[in-house]
């Protein structure tokens, strides 16, 4: 299924969200950071910023120009988020490849616990920042983006420092399998509930990969137009409808959620990419979910998500990840 917005992609409006392209994919794909296509997740409040406050800085030492400046940083101050969220910062102008390295250590994250992360670059506007495996649940985290003096090798100097903190919640992880028509859902390493699911058909095949829930919403409007299935109202893959219990995964527009057209899952591949519950079931699984779960597909044909279709970090290797790196393999600071 399709959410209906204007348009197809994601804007930045003040931090907010604005997913276009979003609801079972269809043909719709994710782009990376270019222009305002990059994913600010605020758990589905518009009213929350996911802009970085700046802090004083002192008279810069660098030529006079244009500053560099974020669009966002995500998560938000004060969030909980699961166990998978990458830190995600957005720059208003493009980076330079051969700034990547200056800026990637002017970004420091600071930790309750000891860790190794790296950052990686989508595109030239858009780095993240994961540990190299899940954070430990309960860590304390700190992101400082002291660009005080820092070029982007395009001309801009940062003239002002960020800061955001946030805690990663409980560890509720799910793995989805789609030849076997089921989802377990775990919390603290325990199988707490398994759940029969349809997912996407072999015309509309769901993404493979792990994703960390972008945001929920109780209710979404789902259009075929909306992720370029069809705009054709005679078209049999052409709806237009509302749906309840939608867990967003992927900026291209995948959820878990309640079909009406797909009541009782469990026995076939019944959407257009998005991950069917029943009822009952899909209403459990939005009570529990928290932005930054990590929710695993496997066994579709249409392959790996992309790392910035939404946030898909740890869909990517370790070493794949380290690629994108400038400065590469990291620990945190402990404080």
């Avoid at 804007?11 to 990376?32: E, I």
Wanted: aromatic share 8%; with cysteine; glycine share 12%.
């Amino acid at each position: 299924m399709g959410r209906i917005r204007n348009g197809i992609g994601i804007a930045l409006l003040a931090g907010a969200v604005a997913f276009g392209a979003s609801g079972c994919g269809g043909t719709a794909s994710a782009t990376s950071a270019k222009g305002t296509d990059a994913p600010v997740a605020n758990g589905g409040n518009p009213s929350v910023s996911a802009k970085a406050s700046p802090s004083a800085s002192p008279s810069p030492t660098h030529p006079a120009g244009p500053p560099v400046q974020l669009d966002s940083i995500y998560p938000l101050s004060g969030e909980t988020v699961g166990v998978a969220q990458p830190i995600s910062i957005v720059f208003t102008h493009s980076v330079a490849a051969s700034a990547h390295k200056a800026v990637e250590q002017a970004l420091k994250v600071t930790t309750s616990v000891p860790m190794t992360g790296a950052w990686h670059w989508f595109g030239d506007r858009r780095v993240d920042w994961r540990p190299q495996n899940y954070w430990p649940s309960g860590t304390k985290v700190s992101v400082d983006a002291d660009l005080n003096n820092v070029g982007d090798g395009n001309g801009r100097w940062g003239t002002k420092d960020y800061h955001h903190s946030f805690t990663v919640g409980a560890d509720i992880e799910s793995k989805v399998s789609v030849p076997g028509h089921w989802m377990k859902v775990y919390k603290n390493g325990s199988l707490i509930k398994t759940m029969p699911i349809d997912a996407g058909s072999p015309q509309f095949p769901s993404w493979d990969g792990t994703m960390a829930v972008i945001d929920k919403q109780a209710e979404v409007r789902m259009t075929s137009c909306s992720v370029g299935i069809s705009c054709d109202k005679s078209s049999p893959n052409y709806y237009d409808i509302t749906l309840p219990n939608d867990v967003h995964l992927t900026q291209s527009g995948t959820y878990v959620h309640y079909s009406t057209g797909d009541p009782y899952p469990g026995h076939s591949y019944g959407s257009h990419g998005c991950v069917h519950l029943s009822l009952s079931d899909s209403k459990w699984f939005y009570d529990l979910s928290q932005p930054g779960d990590p929710v695993t597909i496997t066994g579709s044909p249409r392959g790996n998500v992309s790392g910035d279709n939404g946030y898909a970090a740890f869909t990517l290797s370790w070493s794949d990840w380290l690629s994108g790196s400038a400065a590469g393999a990291l620990p945190t600071t402990v404080g």
